[in-house]
């Protein structure tokens, strides 16, 4: 085992306060409305050292948009660890991030900003390399017990569930009644989920 240096998880330590330093400023100020000086005044740290942790506000937006995904990720694989029925598992994961789309810094960050700070393309890459995998695991998972159709190819119909997710995200974080809006998402994710198995 690797014993870091005091140097070492100093650096660690202030990289973390400066991301939620981050978090927290974008999620109410916006993109364009957060500044550095403010970030490293709520982090406690220099300017200097936000610089030194990151090139510019773009690469320390991207730090904090995977700080935000990396939590729901690991969030969503809480919910649905021990539930044997990957349909099941699949529908709670999606509803985690449902859930986690009535949180206004989250929807703001991930939903809102995102596509607009990192560009559409980087903002793509990012999101399917957290969420395509597992949802396409999901599916295959359903496929080997026969609760989906042969003839859907599993790749394009997780592109395809991601696509609707993101826009059920969207809508929920949108809603005046974001909770409201959830169910009525959940409901519509679920029907798709359910139209996936082999006709009869």
């Known amino acids: 085992m690797t014993v870091k240096s005091r140097r070492e998880e100093y650096a660690e330590v202030t990289r973390t306060a400066i991301i939620d330093a981050a978090i927290a400023l974008f999620a109410t100020e916006g993109y364009l409305g957060a500044n550095i000086d403010a ?16 090139a510019d506000k773009s690469a320390l937006f991207e730090a904090a948009y995977i700080a935000v995904e990396d939590r729901l990720v690991s969030t969503i694989l809480e919910k649905v660890e021990g539930l044997d029925d990957p349909r099941h598992a699949l529908l709670t994961g999606m509803d985690a991030f449902l859930e986690e789309c009535c949180t206004p810094g989250f929807a703001r960050i991930a939903l809102e900003e995102a596509p607009v ?36 190819e599993i790749p394009l119909t997780a592109r395809m569930l991601l696509a609707a997710l993101d826009e059920a995200g969207l809508a929920v974080a949108l809603s005046q009644d974001t909770h409201a809006e959830r169910r009525k998402a959940h409901a519509v994710l679920t029907t798709l989920v359910t139209g996936l198995a082999p006709l009869a």
């Open 117 to 152: 700070a990192l560009g559409w393309k980087r903002w793509k890459q990012t999101e399917e390399k957290y969420f395509l995998g597992l949802i396409q695991m999901a599916l295959q998972a359903m496929s080997s017990l026969g609760q989906i159709s042969p003839v859907l």
């Open 39 to 54: 970030i490293a005044v709520r982090a406690r740290v220099t300017k200097g050292a936000v610089y030194h942790h990151f």
